[in-house]
């Protein structure tokens, strides 16, 4: 027997639990820039807010050098952060190894493409029209497509020279 039945997005956005996740996640994404900002004057890196709770700011910093950094400047990072936060009364900071990963990936992510400089011989455009033969339907039309690009990057190096 089910116990979740499907209900419309709409009675969900109204939903007071999920009103109040909404409200708490944008509560902690304005902390979150305010955070940024003050890190940023500092010249500190890799932490986020891992929570806000009784006064107390939580975050997850990537690894120990930037624990220890930001430990250097808590009290000056704190006196900032309470112009913008009167509420805020400590600050909590744990190492998140994950976090290192999500900032590598993102510190990797502007790769230039170069075009694939393999090139299809005749003889390998030969066998896949010998196996696109026996195939059918989508396979078949790749496969044809996929050996023609021989011969029109043969015809492109030829119009060069």
């Known amino acids: 027997m089910r116990k979740n039945h499907p209900c419309p997005l709409t009675k969900l956005a109204s939903d007071s639990n999920f009103r109040k996740?909404?409200?708490?996640?944008?509560?902690?994404?304005?902390?979150d820039r305010v955070l940024q900002s003050v890190l940023e004057q500092h010249q500190i890196k890799h932490c986020k807010i891992a929570?806000?709770?009784?006064?107390?700011?939580?975050?997850?910093?990537?690894?120990?050098?930037?624990?220890t950094k930001f430990n250097q400047k808590?009290?000056?990072?704190?006196?900032?952060?309470?112009?913008?936060?009167?509420?805020?009364?400590?600050?909590?900071?744990k190492i998140n190894p994950e976090l290192a990963k999500?900032?590598?990936?993102?510190?990797?992510?502007?790769?230039?493409?170069?075009?694939?400089?393999?090139r299809i011989s005749e003889t390998s455009a030969g066998y896949i029209l010998g196996a696109a033969e026996h195939a059918s339907g989508k396979l078949k039309e790749k496969l044809?497509?996929?050996?023609?690009?021989?011969?029109?990057?043969?015809a492109s190096t030829d119009n060069e020279n």
């Open 21 to 31: 996740l909404k409200e708490r996640a944008d509560q902690l994404s304005a902390l």
């Open 74 to 93: 808590r009290s000056d990072i704190l006196s900032d952060l309470r112009q913008s936060i009167p509420a805020l009364v400590s600050i909590e900071a």
């Open 102 to 118: 999500k900032v590598t990936a993102k510190v990797n992510e502007p790769v230039q493409f170069k075009a694939n400089p393999r």
């Open 51 to 67: 929570n806000f709770r009784t006064g107390t700011l939580y975050l997850a910093v990537s690894s120990a050098v930037w624990l």
């Open 144 to 154: 044809e497509r996929l050996a023609a690009l021989a011969t029109e990057r043969r």
